[in-house]
């Protein structure tokens, strides 16, 4: 993963995952965005998109990372959508401790919901399968346009 060093927290752990540091099971990625799947998934294919600039969140990022990231997510979630043909998508994105962040890296959810899956919007972080998750992420890969 390419990433301007510059614009990167050392400690942060998107942006360890971006120097290559900490592994993911990546979706998608190009000179502005990584795309990549949630280890503690709350649903099948629940991916998670970042800007290559670390900001805490929505109201500290430059609107153009805000733009860059959620143009991201529309791309990931039509992958999603043609992977998994989920009976819907929520995108879903947390600033501060009352929204339940838990990284301080500006990231988006992609979230496939069916009808029936009793979601809420508060969630424990309960790891996943990660063989389940690697398969998704080369599933959802393979329809990236
Ligand atoms: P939020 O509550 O919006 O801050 O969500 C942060 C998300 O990042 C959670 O859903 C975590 O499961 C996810 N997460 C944390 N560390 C990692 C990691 N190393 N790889 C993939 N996902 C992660
Ligand atoms: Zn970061």
């Avoid at 799947?37 to 800007?51: C, K, R, S, T, Y």
């Avoid at 900001?55 to 805000?66: A, F, G, N, T």
């Avoid at 959620?70 to 819907?88: C, M, N, Q, S, Y």
């Avoid at 992609?110 to 790891?127: F, K, S």
């Amino acid at each position: 993963v390419m990433a301007d060093e510059a614009h990167l927290d050392e400690d942060c752990i998107f942006c360890k995952i971006l120097r290559g540091e900490v592994p993911c099971f990546k979706v998608f990625e190009d000179d502005d965005i990584l795309a990549f799947m949630d280890i503690n998934p709350i649903a099948e294919g629940h991916a998670l998109v970042i800007p290559k600039h670390h900001s805490k969140d929505i109201l500290e990022s430059p609107s153009q990372w805000v733009g860059k990231t959620f143009a991201g997510a529309k791309r990931i979630a039509e992958a999603v959508h043609e992977t998994l043909k989920p009976d819907g998508i929520n995108i879903v994105q947390a600033n501060g401790p009352g929204a339940k962040q838990s990284v301080l890296h500006l990231h988006v959810h992609i979230i496939p919901r069916t009808l029936d899956d009793g979601l809420t919007m508060n969630w424990e972080l309960v790891p996943g399968d990660m063989d389940d998750i690697g398969g998704l992420a080369e599933r959802i890969a393979a329809n990236m346009e």
